[in-house]
Structure formats: C-alpha cells, structure tokens
C-alpha cells in the first residue's frame, strides 16, 4: 500500500513536471512574436571612424499609420544623440536643406545630390530609412503592437551604403503571456524597435 501510495506522489510530481513544461513551451511560442529578429549588412572594410557627423533624412512612411514618420524620424535622432557615436545635425536644418529638392520620396535623392546636401550640412554620411509598419494594439491586446523599420547609411562621398538593417518588434513578451499582462503599447515598441535597429551599428 505504501509503496502504491508512492508511485502515485512520483506520478503526480511528473505530471506536474510535464504540465509546467507544456506551460513554458506555449509560452514560448505565444511570444515569439515579441523577439526581435532581421536583416544586417555592415560593410566591414569600411572605415567608421571617417565619419564625424551625420544627417538623418526623415523617415518615409510606408504603413497606414499616418503619423508613423515623423514619430519615428525623433525617436531615430534621439537615440543616436544618446549614443554619442556621431554628431547629429539637427532635423530642422535637414528638413530645410531638403526643400531645394522637391523630392516626393527622400530615398529618390540621387548620388551628386547627397554629396551636394551633405556638403551643405557639413556631414560625411546620411541616415535614411521606412517605417515599413506600424499598428496598435486591437481587441484587448489580442493583436498586440508591431513595428518594423528599415533603415541605412549612406556615405555621402560615394553614395555607397556601408550599413543597412531591418527590425522588428511586437507581439507580446513571455511574462505578459504568463501572467496575462497587457501588451507593450505603440509606442514602447516603437522606440524599442529603434533602439534595436541602431544596436546593429552602434553597440
């Protein structure tokens, strides 16, 4: 008798082992979505410590979010300024050295163009990059907040991109799945996806 009284406390110490880790592997799948993940191309022959200063070229939006680029462009200056890499020309000289242009879309400038402006701003490089998508929380955190971004630099001499990333984030994170918190809002992942995507290039 005791030693079925046993085996049953064994079984039952088991069966709680394996529910805990069907628990922990839906979890996991539920927030895999939350985990950052895409694209790098860094052009390792290239010297970065050439580069002294650089103009951020406003983000073009290619979401339904309509106020997507400008939020990001911001979000995209102030992290670089807070990571003292580079000098960071300020967005309204850049927005007002774009104007002699006319371009409908920023990434249309051509090679002598971005030589031309980057002379004018004083820089040696130019950030450009999409906000690819941009969505907000739905239906109480069923269909969380995701944001992706494509971005690049150019080294304005040559026109030559020697770094280029995309990034992603959204979903919702483990401990939100587990203990059914509320979804990261927009625009927490949104500056989470910028802090990621300039990690890429600057560690």
Known sequence: MLSLKK??????????????????????????????????FLNTDFNFKSIESVAVIPFENLSDDAGAAGRVTRVFVAELLSRRAFDVVEPGEVTKALEKYSLVRTGDLQ??????????????????????????????GTNPSEVT???????????????????????????????????????????????????????
């Open 111 to 140: 090679k002598d163009q971005m030589r031309e402006l980057a002379k004018t701003l004083g820089v040696q490089a130019l950030f450009f990059g999409s906000v690819n998508e941009s969505t907000a929380s739905r239906n109480g």
């Open 149 to 203: 971004l494509v971005a690049r630099l150019v080294e304005a001499e040559k026109g030559t991109t020697v770094w280029s990333a995309s990034y992603t984030v959204g979903g919702r994170s483990f401990f939100q799945v587990i203990f059914g918190l509320e979804p990261d809002t927009k625009s927490r992942v949104t500056i989470g996806c910028v802090k990621g995507l300039i990690k890429t290039l600057i560690r």
């Open 7 to 40: 085996s049953v406390q064994n079984l039952s110490k088991s069966m709680g082992f394996i529910h805990a880790a069907f628990l922990f592997g839906a979890a996991c799948l539920l927030s895999s979505c939350a985990g950052n993940r895409g694209s790098l």
